[in-house]
């Protein structure tokens, strides 16, 4: 029990302050515990960190798969189109936790063996293997261009979505269903065969 109050306070934290600028101190003050207590629970405030990464990654891919089991896409594009969604849904659903990635990890972390560093290429990669395959089936399928290479493709709309989401973030743009759609729509007309 302890140990969540100290995630969700040091998310919050985290988010507001940054993590260099959130000392233990003020994360054991404002969860109410004492210092000590932390370091009962993780190792260090790294760790901490790393949980909250590891945690977004989870949740990330198991509302995916919710959502896609729940939509029930007919066909690759309606797929390709749920994977999309639904990752732009999660992430301005848990905007607080994406904050961390969007500002701190790049950061704070950046060495490709690095835990974090890792953690968050595996949210990439999963979302792109998604992106991927749906665009493989809708090859096979005969509604997606056999020209297409499913990887270059998943990889740039993969990236379309990484900065659409982070200029929502970050205030650039204002987060609006209409944008969404307008990506949707312009990825469907260069992947299709009509």
């Known amino acids: 029990m302890k140990r969540d109050v100290i995630l969700d306070t040091a998310a919050r ?3 507001e302050r940054g993590f260099n600028n ?3 101190s003020l994360l054991a003050k404002e969860a109410g515990v004492a210092e000590g207590t932390i370091f009962r629970h993780f190792q260090t405030k790294d760790d901490i960190f790393f949980t909250l ?3 977004v990654k989870t949740q990330l891919i198991s509302d995916i798969e919710k959502y896609l089991e729940v939509r029930g896409p007919e066909n690759a594009l309606e797929k390709l189109e749920s994977v999309i969604k639904s990752f732009y849904v999660f992430v301005k659903k848990n905007n607080m936790e994406f904050s961390l990635i969007f500002r ?3 950061t704070r972390y950046g060495q490709r063996h690095d835990d974090v560093f890792l953690q968050i290429k595996e949210i990439y990669s999963y ?7 749906s665009i493989e089936e809708g090859k096979q399928e005969g509604i997606i261009r056999e ?3 499913a990887q270059d493709y998943a990889d740039m709309l993969m990236s379309t979505m990484v900065g659409l989401v982070r200029a929502v973030h970050f ?4 987060s609006s269903d209409d944008i969404l759609k307008s990506v949707i729509e312009s990825y469907t007309r260069l992947l299709t065969t009509k």
């Open 127 to 133: 979302v792109t293997n998604y992106l991927k395959e």
């Open 104 to 106: 701190d990890a790049p």
């Open 147 to 149: 020209d297409v290479s």
């Open 171 to 174: 205030g650039f743009i204002d």
């Open 53 to 55: 990464i590891n945690n």
């Open 22 to 24: 959130t000392p233990t």
């Open 13 to 15: 934290l985290f988010a």
